[in-house]
């Protein structure tokens, strides 16, 4: 009589990885601390997901490639563990965000002039600004450069770049669809040649003359 020892730990496993790890998050207790701010914050274990072997990239991920797969008998001989990417999944829940009266996420927003009343404010109201402990607080609008579209500009501060640079430039600020924001500075030198200056993150990187 065969006895297919292994297929009990195969079995075991095998729950482990498609139902196991989710349902372990049932009973784990949500975890409740304070900031040395005093904000409160509380963080939850939502549940986990087991991954395939695979072979990671050098930032660290794991790649669904079929060529990038990984099995057993490589492990083996390059000394190495068969394992696979296990991702979790963690809620943070924090203090709240204020909102901003009459945005999308206010409850005042669409009321008719008698509700708005009912609900103790002016029947004018038009919102854009916080309530933050009792007082109604405004964030001050700042004037920025067009994004996406280049500015001629005359700038003194620009001839103290280096040798050869002039006051003349065109500045574009291109913004991506996170409003994440680069700067690109097309600078007029005396040679008539141009140089391209890049800054990211603060940091300015100057390329060679065109």
């Given at each position: 009589?065969?006895?297919?020892?292994?297929?009990?730990?195969?079995?075991?496993?095998?729950?482990?990885?498609?139902?196991?790890?989710?349902?372990?998050?049932?009973?784990?207790?949500?975890?409740?601390?304070?900031?040395?701010?005093?904000?409160?914050?509380?963080?939850?274990?939502?549940?986990?997901?087991?991954?395939?072997?695979?072979?990671?990239?050098?930032?660290?991920?794991?790649?669904?490639?079929?060529?990038?797969?990984?099995?057993?008998?490589?492990?083996?001989?390059?000394?190495?563990?068969?394992?696979?990417?296990?991702?979790?999944?963690?809620?943070?829940?924090?203090?709240?965000?204020?909102?901003?009266?009459?945005?999308?996420?206010?409850?005042?927003?669409?009321?008719?002039?008698s509700q708005l009343v009912a609900k103790g404010e002016e029947g004018t109201e038009k919102g854009g600004y916080f309530i933050v402990k009792g007082?109604?607080?405004?964030?001050?609008?700042?004037?920025?450069?067009?994004?996406?579209?280049?500015?001629?500009?005359?700038?003194?501060?620009?001839?103290?770049?280096?040798?050869?640079?002039?006051?003349?430039?065109?500045?574009?600020?291109?913004?991506?669809?996170?409003?994440?924001?680069?700067?690109?500075?097309?600078?007029?030198?005396?040679?008539?040649?141009?140089?391209?200056?890049?800054?990211?993150?603060?940091?300015?990187?100057?390329?060679?003359?065109?």
């Amino acid at each position: 009589m065969d006895c297919d020892i292994a297929s009990y730990h195969v079995s075991s496993f095998d729950y482990l990885a498609d139902e196991g790890l989710h349902l372990a998050a049932l009973d784990v207790p949500p975890e409740k601390f304070r900031l040395p701010t005093g904000e409160a914050i509380e963080m939850k274990y939502n549940g986990a997901q087991l991954g395939y072997p695979s072979l990671e990239t050098s930032s660290g991920t794991s790649s669904s490639l079929e060529s990038m797969k990984i099995y057993p008998s490589e492990c083996r001989q390059r000394g190495t563990t068969y394992r696979a990417p296990l991702k979790a999944s963690i809620e943070i829940r924090s203090n709240g965000v204020p909102v901003m009266l009459m945005s999308s996420r206010c409850h005042l927003r669409g009321l008719s002039r008698s509700q708005l009343v009912a609900k103790g404010e002016e029947g004018t109201e038009k919102g854009g600004y916080f309530i933050v402990k009792g007082s109604e607080k405004v964030i001050r609008l700042l004037v920025a450069n067009r994004r996406n579209f280049p500015i001629a500009i005359v700038r003194r501060s620009f001839k103290e770049k280096g040798k050869l640079f002039t006051q003349y430039g065109v500045m574009m600020r291109c913004i991506r669809e996170n409003h994440s924001a680069a700067m690109i500075t097309l600078h007029y030198l005396e040679t008539g040649a141009i140089t391209v200056a890049l800054q990211v993150n603060f940091i300015v990187s100057i390329c060679s003359g065109l």
